[in-house]
């Protein structure tokens, strides 16, 4: 198919179902003219790249990897950012020297399809902090904490130290926001931490570990948890730390992933 023609079809198809929607629900000018000021104001306040990863990546990630074998992923969102550091042990994400939340160690391995350990496959991990917030788009936080990057040892094993997130709303006070209250719709996500695995000749895996304890896993505004990606953090033995282990496979599919 050319590209004049795959433009046609999902172009043509998107504004025939606009078209349907239009017709079904009897919509009124008043309607329209509302829709129309609010896609305006959507762009004006730069939430384009918010209000597609909050309500449409989710779908294209899991048409994309339909038939992922190994380890599931899930969205990006717009909260990464390239360039975190690279952790030497004990592999302790930064953090402020108050930083509220429970410590946590999170372990594991990263391995090839058939098991084989993947030695040197880089997890870059990011996350809110205990209240919701991200640094880097939150001017409150110090730059570049709960952010950085370990790699596996020899057997494909890998380690992470940092503090439990806490579930977060997407921003409130602009367009997507009034959209989602003006639906009735809860604007919350569920406690996460983002990862994505790469290894060499691998497909990166772009992912998120989902807190078990967090509230909104069954009404994430995202849409974007999956029950296998629910993990469990315990307390340990011995320590003041929370851990829990998550094993990461990597496929070799070469479908185009979001990074
Ligand atoms: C996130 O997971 O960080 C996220 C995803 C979609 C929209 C906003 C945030
Ligand atoms: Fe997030």
């Known amino acids: 198919m050319t590209d004049t023609a795959r433009a046609d079809l999902l172009i043509g198809d998107v504004l025939a179902r606009i078209h349907a929607a239009i017709h079904e629900h009897d919509v009124t000018y008043e309607e329209f003219q509302t829709a129309k000021q609010w896609l305006i104001d959507v762009g004006q306040a730069?939430?384009?790249?918010?209000?597609?990863?909050?309500?449409?990546?989710?779908?294209?990630?899991?048409?994309?990897?339909?038939?992922?074998?190994?380890?599931?992923?899930?969205?990006?969102g717009p909260y990464h950012l390239p360039g975190a550091p690279l952790l030497e042990a004990p592999f302790q994400l930064p953090r402020r020297d108050d930083e509220?939340?429970?410590?946590?160690?999170?372990?594991?391995?990263?391995?090839?399809?058939?098991?084989?350990?993947?030695?040197?496959?880089?997890?870059?991990?990011?996350?809110?902090?205990?209240?919701?917030?991200?640094?880097?788009?939150?001017?409150?936080?110090?730059?570049?904490?709960?952010?950085?990057k370990v790699l596996t040892d020899a057997d494909g094993r890998y380690e992470v130290r940092t503090i439990v997130p806490a579930p977060y709303t997407i921003p409130e006070d602009g367009p997507t926001g009034a959209m989602v209250h003006a639906a009735g719709w809860s604007p919350w996500r569920p406690a996460h931490i983002h990862l994505i695995v790469s290894a060499e000749n691998?497909?990166?895996?772009?992912?998120?570990?989902?807190?078990?304890?967090?509230?909104?896993?069954?009404?994430?505004?995202?849409?974007?948890?999956?029950d296998v990606l629910i993990v469990h953090p315990r307390p340990l033995d011995g320590s003041d730390e929370l851990g829990f282990t998550y094993d990461f496979s990597l496929s070799k599919e070469l479908a185009a992933a979001p990074v």
């Open 100 to 148: 509220e939340g429970d410590a946590v160690v999170f372990t594991g391995r990263v391995t090839g399809e058939d098991g084989e350990p993947l030695r040197g496959a880089e997890l870059d991990v990011w996350h809110a902090d205990a209240k919701g917030l991200y640094s880097g788009f939150d001017p409150s936080l110090p730059e570049g904490i709960l952010r950085g």
């Open 46 to 76: 730069g939430e384009w790249p918010l209000f597609l990863d909050v309500f449409v990546e989710h779908a294209v990630e899991s048409q994309v990897f339909e038939n992922r074998r190994g380890t599931q992923g899930t969205i990006l």
């Open 202 to 226: 691998h497909t990166p895996l772009v992912t998120q570990l989902y807190i078990d304890s967090s509230d909104y896993l069954d009404n994430d505004v995202a849409d974007a948890v999956k």
